[in-house]
């Protein structure tokens, strides 16, 4: 994982550097892109990391991190992973029953399960 912080606005070329696929999370400010802005608290995904290139905003802070892809398939439902769908069920149900261990100090806040739009 790479952490890059700027206060300027600057060209960032990284992509010769990483391998495999990568994330970028934008925790303040921005970055443009092929034409397009990305502000804060936004996350975009590449499979090709030679695509790491990108103009970062004035005081702008930012996660990169990834690798090489896993070789089984991994399913994905909010913020459940797992290569096993059953075992995704499963933790969905835990959830909305809230059966999960609490965090320390955060005991009464409860985030519910999202609605997501059917496709």
Request: proline letters at 4%; aromatic letters at 12%; a negative charge.
């Amino acid at each position: 994982m790479l952490e890059i912080k700027s206060k300027t606005r600057q060209k960032i070329s990284i992509g010769g550097h990483l391998y495999g696929e990568s994330g970028l999370y934008l925790l303040e400010g921005g970055i443009e892109s092929e034409g397009h802005e990305y502000g804060a608290k936004q996350m975009l995904v590449t499979k090709d990391s030679h695509l790491c290139e990108f103009i970062i905003q004035l005081n702008s802070s930012l996660y990169i991190f990834g690798g090489e892809p896993f070789p089984e398939e991994r399913f994905i439902d909010w913020n459940f992973v797992s290569t096993d769908k059953g075992l995704i069920d499963k933790a969905k149900q835990d959830w909305k029953a809230q059966e999960f261990d609490k965090i320390m100090g955060d005991e009464t806040e409860f985030i519910p399960y999202p609605t997501f739009p059917k496709r």
